[in-house]
């Protein structure tokens, strides 16, 4: 089992940025990804993006594709979500998840969250 803890959370006003980080310990494989996820009040958990840990190769969801960058550090096991851009609508608490790299990404492993607010 795959242990991950986010940090980086906060409030930022619109247009603003953010960079949230999530540190992964235990066992990954080769075919093992990294994700974000968020869940607005009143709203299902949604996706935001996926990279895989060996190779980089990463994907995005629609509403944040051209603002938001995931990328991983391999010698610190941890994974990043640049936030660019900021709208009041991607207030959320953002979850970071790890599982078997796939689309869609079904994680098995999930951190504690952490809280975004943008303010308009």
């Known amino acids: 089992q795959v242990q991950l803890v986010e940090s980086g959370g906060g409030l930022v006003q619109a247009g603003g940025s953010l960079r949230l980080s999530c540190a992964a310990s235990?066992?990954?494989?080769?075919?093992?990804?990294l994700g974000w996820f968020r869940q607005a009040p009143g709203k299902e958990r949604e996706f935001v993006a996926a990279?895989?840990?060996?190779?980089?190769?990463?994907y995005y969801a629609d509403s944040v594709k051209g603002r938001f960058t995931i990328s991983r550090d391999n010698a610190k096991n941890t994974v990043y979500l640049q936030m660019n851009s900021l709208k009041p609508e991607d207030t959320a608490v953002y979850y970071c998840?790890?599982?078997?790299?796939?689309?869609?990404?079904?994680?098995?492993?999930w951190g504690q969250g952490t809280q975004v607010t943008v303010s308009s």
């Open positions: 998840a790890g599982g078997v790299y796939t689309a869609p990404f079904f994680p098995s492993s």
């Open positions: 235990g066992r990954t494989f080769s075919s093992y990804g």
């Open positions: 990279i895989r840990w060996s190779g980089g190769s990463s």
